[in-house]
T-cell receptor, first 117, second 111 residues
Framework: GAVVSQHPSRVICKSGTSVKIECRSL??????MFWYRQFPKQSLMLMAT?????????EQGVEKDKFLINHASLTLSTLTVTSAHPEDSSFYIC?????????????FGDGTRLSIL | DAKTTQPPSMDCAEGRAANLPCNHS???????VYWYRQIHSQGPQYIIHGLKNNETNEMASLIITEDRKSSTLILPHATLRDTAVYYCIVRDYNAGNMLTFGGGTRLMVKP
């Protein structure tokens, strides 16, 4: 089945550090990937849509200069949290859809738990 | 995408069938019903999806009412490892692939 891999699974770092999270589709190509954020005891919230070869589309309220997204190939999207602060601590999850059929389900990575001290 | 309503929590005895309801009374003709689950500290896992007909796979069955305003996910023999938050999502296949997650149902399978 379709596999999405996320790395790292956990990051603990000091305030002001920039953190890069990778999302890879292992056995399929994905022109579009999605980044979600989940705070404790809450549901997933879509942050942005990552488009291969073009700029990402951000949801309202998500700062594009703080959450840099790069989708340089059909199997890799990266999310960089720049100058991270404690309020950025969260569970970040990516997803991708294999194939071109419109009703194909999304497949999710296992998430990255980011803790900013 | 249409909004869904799910009970916030449910309990189920191990080995029994778990029936998780979802209301989507404003669903439109282009919208599929998807079910995902999220086990603690993991990414969501796809379970099943359907448009009009009932569907079954190795994980679960999806029953969609004839008017499509509600659906039920059935786990035929729940195990302790099925304890998770279950999300019912309806998505317009013409509106892109992003998913909008609601609160879901926290299913607790008890021994």
């Amino acid at each position: 089945g379709a596999v999405v891999s996320q790395h790292p699974s956990r990051v603990i770092c000091k305030s002001g550090t920039s953190v890069k999270i990778e999302c890879r589709s292992l056995d399929f190509q994905a022109t579009t990937m999605f980044w979600y954020r989940q705070f404790p005891k809450q549901s997933l919230m879509l942050m942005a849509t990552s488009n291969e070869g073009s700029k990402a589309t951000y949801e309202q309220g998500v700062e594009k200069d703080k959450f840099l997204i790069n989708h340089a190939s059909l199997t890799l999207s990266t999310l960089t949290v720049t100058s991270a602060h404690p309020e950025d601590s969260s569970f970040y999850i990516c997803s991708a859809t294999p194939g071109q059929l419109v009703n194909q389900p999304q497949h999710f990575g296992d998430g990255t738990r980011l803790s900013i001290l | 995408d249409a909004k869904t309503t799910q009970p916030p929590s449910m309990d189920c005895a191990e080995g029994r069938a778990a029936n998780l309801p979802c209301n989507h009374s404003t669903i439109s003709g282009n919208e599929y019903v998807y079910w995902y689950r999220q086990i603690h500290s993991q990414g969501p896992q796809y379970i099943i999806h359907g448009l009009k007909n009932n569907e079954t796979n190795e994980m679960a069955s999806l029953i969609i009412t004839e008017d499509r305003k509600s659906s039920t996910l059935i786990l035929p023999h729940a195990t302790l490892r099925d304890t998770a938050v279950y999300y019912c999502i309806v998505r317009d296949y013409n509106a892109g692939n992003m998913l909008t997650f609601g609160g879901g149902t926290r299913l607790m399978v008890k021994p």
